[in-house]
């Protein structure tokens, strides 16, 4: 396996607004290799964001955030780093593509000039070379005549072809490591498609490392290598994507199966909703944080706070933050 | 975009229109005889009431409103804004004498009211929170509560009577306009201040701003280049809108720093019951008014990408 790019340990995110503060991010951490794609999944709120793009320094603003753990890009201290370097490491060793096009895309700047900058900036070229690149770049991305687009404003491009111009500007520094938050949610059905067939040809292409947050599970299963499976902070469920998906071990990671119409053939009869809502983040109980939404739970999970346990060996282990489940299916572990 | 200006334009005309009818029938209504005081100007105690008869049919002040307003816009139209009561000049006269002087003092202090609110609405939201931030939100609230006239009273105490540095009365010269420009400007710096430092933390925290900080550029870059084109429109409405109250701003200080500008002129004229100068500079206000909205909102649609080039369906 080759070494990760990008990689975080025992991330503890802490935020505080005047009015609240949340443990946005507690003790999570994920890595991800050149040529890999990692999905993150979890429900609206679980921190998928604030964990992928917080030790970026990508952070709301007006929230005042304690940030601790460990963040490796390319072997690199992210979390040591002086902003100066840190924003060049944002602008140039990562690409980030969000959720929204329509409001990520500044409206009063023109999109090919964003891009030839990028270009410029980060990957050494000339005004002329990198004005040509950008073009290439909306071209790659999908976008028909590239050299009027280049000239426009977001306003007068449709959703798709922005989130295309959102790619391309996420490719234009060439970065190692392509976050894609939630590229698809919101755009239309016959769009997200296609959305996703292009980050699909870039990382095969460039051989970049792919983190692609979402809630989509199919998306997951056609484009993931590994999935991290996060609840309220935490990773409840992390292996290769054959694996999660389908031999999930974790009640939350098969509870989250379940709500998805036609993924497994089992299930095809019906969804079901999980019950109940996520716990809240602002007051934090010592156990299980599934716990008073898990059909598996006993008295012990409100007192101990399960930590990841190896249940199958191989090369992408499959690690599952559930010892009653392990234990009464008499899964083996390994470590 | 060209409809919109016509209409725009139109409708500032219209306005002007409707403000000068509406202005003419309240001088018209006020108490008050100008037969009477033009004939009192003329023949002093003399004037008899055969007198005043014949100055008012002359000038046809008998006819019915409606067909004096006509008659008056008619001569406007042509720059006849008839003859000053109390100076016994034609106001276009005193127009080209007083005009440039206030046109100076507006000009500097909108100029000044540009520039400092937007350094000290950028280095705020630059300090976000920070002690610099606090200081210029304090400066900006005394700024904006201090009346004109006391402002004016404490520069000259300051700068003409304990230092000497500049003339207490009247302009010769750069140095004497800071006071005025100053005294002007302090009121819409302060809320155009405020107008750029909330309006940037606000658009700071928008989805376009979080992707500046991905696109690798540092806070001081988001900052300038990619909120504060966003913040155009809010901007220089309220400009606008600040720098048409400034003409009222132009009453006070040019009377307090002696300027013969068109502001002091009309303080002379309600004194006396110049209804004829009252009513002429009081249009140039409302021509003024209307022409510097209409000129920003026009500017502002052109600031704004999404109003400059709407989309085709
Ligand atoms: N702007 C914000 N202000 C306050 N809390 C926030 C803000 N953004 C996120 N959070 C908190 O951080 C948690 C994780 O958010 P996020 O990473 O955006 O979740 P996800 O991406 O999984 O939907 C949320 O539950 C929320 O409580
Ligand atoms: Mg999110």
Same mark, same amino acid.
């Given at each position: 396996?080759?070494?990760?790019? =990008?990689?975080?340990?025992?991330?503890?995110?802490?935020?505080?607004?005047?009015?609240?503060?949340?443990?946005?991010?507690?003790?999570?951490?994920?890595?991800?290799?050149?040529? %890999?794609?990692?999905?993150?999944?979890?429900?609206?709120?679980?921190?998928?964001?604030? @964990?992928?793009?917080?030790?970026?320094?990508?952070?709301?603003?007006?929230?005042?955030?304690?940030?601790?753990?460990?963040?490796?890009?390319?072997?690199?201290?992210?979390?040591? @780093?002086? &902003?100066?370097?840190?924003?060049?490491?944002?602008?140039?060793?990562?690409?980030?593509?969000?959720?929204?096009? @329509?409001?990520?895309?500044?409206?009063?700047?023109?999109?090919? #000039?964003?891009?030839? %900058?990028?270009?410029?900036?980060?990957?050494?070229?000339?005004?002329?070379?990198?004005?040509?690149?950008?073009?290439?770049?909306?071209?790659?991305?999908? *976008?028909?005549? &590239?050299?009027?687009? =280049?000239?426009?404003?977001?306003? $007068?491009?449709?959703?798709?072809?922005?989130?295309?111009? @959102?790619?391309?500007?996420?490719?234009?520094?060439?970065?190692?490591?392509?976050?894609?938050?939630?590229?698809?949610?919101?755009?239309?059905?016959?769009?997200?498609?296609?959305?996703?067939?292009? *980050?699909?040809?870039?990382?095969?292409?460039?051989?970049?490392?792919? *983190?692609? *947050?979402?809630?989509?599970?199919?998306?997951?299963?056609?484009?993931?290598?590994?999935?991290?499976?996060?609840?309220?902070?935490?990773?409840?469920?992390?292996?290769?994507?054959?694996?999660?998906?389908?031999?999930?071990?974790? &009640?939350?990671?098969?509870?989250?199966?379940?709500?998805?119409?036609?993924?497994?053939?089992?299930?095809?009869?019906?969804?079901?909703?999980?019950?109940?809502?996520?716990?809240?983040?602002?007051?934090?109980?010592?156990?299980?944080?599934?716990?008073?939404?898990?059909?598996?739970?006993?008295?012990?999970?409100?007192?101990?706070?399960?930590?990841?346990?190896?249940?199958?060996?191989?090369?992408? #282990?499959?690690?599952?933050?559930? &010892?009653?489940?392990?234990?009464? $299916?008499?899964?083996?572990?390994?470590? | 975009?060209?409809?919109?200006?016509?209409?725009?334009?139109?409708?500032?005309?219209?306005?002007?229109?409707?403000?000068?009818?509406?202005?003419?029938?309240?001088?018209?209504?006020?108490?008050?005889?100008?037969?009477?005081?033009?004939?009192?100007?003329?023949?002093?105690?003399? !004037?008899?009431?055969?007198?005043?008869?014949?100055?008012?049919?002359?000038?046809?002040?008998?006819?019915?409103?409606?067909?004096?307003?006509?008659?008056?816009?008619?001569?406007?139209?042509?720059?006849?804004?008839?003859?000053?009561?109390?100076?016994?000049?034609?106001?276009?006269?005193?127009?080209?004498?007083?005009?440039?002087?206030?046109?100076? /003092?507006?000009?500097?202090? +909108?100029?000044?009211?540009?520039?400092?609110?937007?350094?000290? +609405?950028?280095?705020?939201?630059?300090?976000?929170?920070?002690?610099?931030?606090?200081?210029?939100?304090?400066?900006? /609230?005394?700024?904006?509560?201090?009346?004109?006239?006391?402002?004016?009273?404490?520069?000259?105490?300051?700068?003409?009577?304990? /230092?000497?540095?500049?003339?207490?009365?009247?302009?010769?010269?750069?140095?004497?306009?800071?006071?005025?420009?100053?005294?002007?400007?302090?009121?819409?710096?302060?809320?155009?201040?405020?107008?750029?430092?909330?309006?940037?933390?606000?658009?700071?925290?928008?989805?376009?701003?979080?992707?500046?900080? !991905?696109?690798?550029?540092?806070?001081?870059?988001?900052?300038?280049?990619?909120?504060?084109?966003?913040?155009?429109?809010?901007?220089?409405?309220?400009?606008?809108?600040?720098?048409?109250?400034?003409?009222? +701003?132009?009453?006070?200080?040019?009377?307090?720093?002696?300027?013969?500008?068109?502001?002091?002129?009309?303080?002379?004229?309600?004194?006396?019951?110049?209804?004829?100068?009252?009513?002429?500079?009081?249009?140039?206000?409302?021509?003024?008014?209307?022409?510097?909205?209409?000129?920003?909102?026009?500017?502002?649609?052109?600031?704004?990408?999404?109003?400059?080039?709407?989309?085709?369906?």
């Amino acid at each position: 396996m080759t070494a990760p790019i =990008y990689e975080v340990e025992g991330l503890v995110i802490d935020l505080y607004t005047p009015t609240v503060s949340v443990r946005a991010v507690d003790g999570a951490g994920f890595h991800v290799a050149p040529g %890999e794609t990692l999905a993150i999944v979890g429900e609206s709120g679980s921190g998928k964001t604030v @964990m992928t793009l917080g030790p970026l320094g990508l952070l709301p603003e007006g929230v005042a955030v304690d940030l601790r753990g460990t963040a490796r890009a390319d072997g690199k201290d992210i979390l040591a @780093m002086s &902003p100066s370097d840190l924003s060049r490491l944002r602008g140039g060793f990562f690409g980030v593509i969000f959720q929204d096009p @329509m409001s990520a895309l500044n409206p009063m700047l023109k999109i090919g #000039p964003q891009l030839a %900058e990028q270009a410029r900036r980060y990957a050494g070229l000339s005004a002329e070379a990198a004005r040509k690149e950008a073009v290439s770049l909306l071209a790659r991305s999908g *976008i028909p005549d &590239p050299e009027d687009r =280049y000239g426009r404003y977001p306003h $007068e491009l449709s959703g798709g072809m922005l989130q295309r111009a @959102m790619i391309a500007l996420a490719l234009a520094a060439r970065p190692r490591v392509l976050i894609a938050d939630e590229p698809t949610t919101a755009l239309d059905a016959t769009v997200q498609a296609q959305i996703l067939a292009l *980050i699909r040809q870039i990382q095969k292409e460039d051989g970049i490392a792919v *983190i692609l *947050i979402t809630h989509d599970i199919g998306a997951v299963s056609v484009l993931a290598d590994r999935v991290a499976v996060l609840y309220a902070g935490q990773v409840a469920e992390e292996g290769s994507a054959v694996d999660v998906l389908t031999a999930p071990v974790h &009640p939350y990671t098969r509870g989250l199966l379940a709500s998805v119409p036609d993924f497994r053939s089992d299930n095809a009869s019906g969804t079901k909703e999980i019950p109940g809502i996520p716990p809240n983040q602002a007051r934090l109980e010592p156990g299980c944080r599934f716990v008073d939404r898990c059909d598996r739970a006993i008295p012990a999970c409100r007192s101990r706070r399960p930590r990841l346990q190896a249940v199958a060996k191989g090369t992408v #282990p499959h690690r599952v933050a559930c &010892p009653v489940v392990i234990a009464a $299916e008499g899964i083996v572990t390994h470590d | 975009m060209q409809r919109m200006f016509m209409r725009r334009t139109g409708l500032a005309l219209l306005l002007m229109l409707a403000a000068t009818a509406l202005t003419f029938w309240l001088v018209t209504a006020a108490p008050g005889n100008v037969a009477a005081l033009i004939a009192e100007r003329a023949a002093g105690a003399g !004037a008899d009431g055969a007198m005043i008869q014949k100055i008012a049919d002359d000038l046809g002040l008998n006819d019915p409103l409606p067909v004096r307003y006509v008659r008056w816009l008619g001569d406007a139209l042509t720059g006849d804004f008839g003859v000053s009561i109390r100076t016994g000049k034609p106001m276009a006269e005193e127009f080209s004498a007083r005009i440039p002087m206030t046109l100076t /003092l507006l000009a500097g202090g +909108g100029v000044l009211a540009l520039t400092l609110s937007l350094v000290m +609405g950028i280095a705020g939201a630059a300090s976000n929170g920070g002690v610099v931030d606090r200081a210029l939100h304090g400066m900006a /609230l005394v700024g904006a509560s201090t009346p004109n006239f006391f402002v004016a009273a404490l520069l000259v105490i300051v700068f003409s009577v304990w /230092l000497g540095w500049v003339p207490t009365f009247g302009v010769s010269g750069f140095t004497s306009w800071l006071m005025p420009w100053f005294t002007i400007a302090l009121f819409p710096a302060s809320v155009l201040a405020r107008v750029v430092r909330v309006n940037l933390q606000d658009t700071m925290s928008r989805p376009f701003a979080t992707t500046g900080f !991905a696109k690798g550029l540092t806070r001081r870059a988001v900052l300038l280049r990619e909120a504060l084109p966003n913040i155009a429109i809010p901007y220089m409405t309220t400009f606008g809108a600040q720098f048409t109250l400034m003409i009222i +701003g132009a009453i006070v200080v040019e009377r307090v720093f002696g300027l013969a500008g068109v502001g002091s002129f009309f303080i002379e004229a309600i004194r006396f019951r110049d209804f004829i100068g009252m009513q002429a500079i009081l249009t140039l206000f409302v021509v003024f008014f209307v022409s510097v909205n209409l000129f920003v909102d026009l500017l502002a649609m052109l600031a704004d990408p999404r109003l400059r080039r709407p989309r085709k369906a």
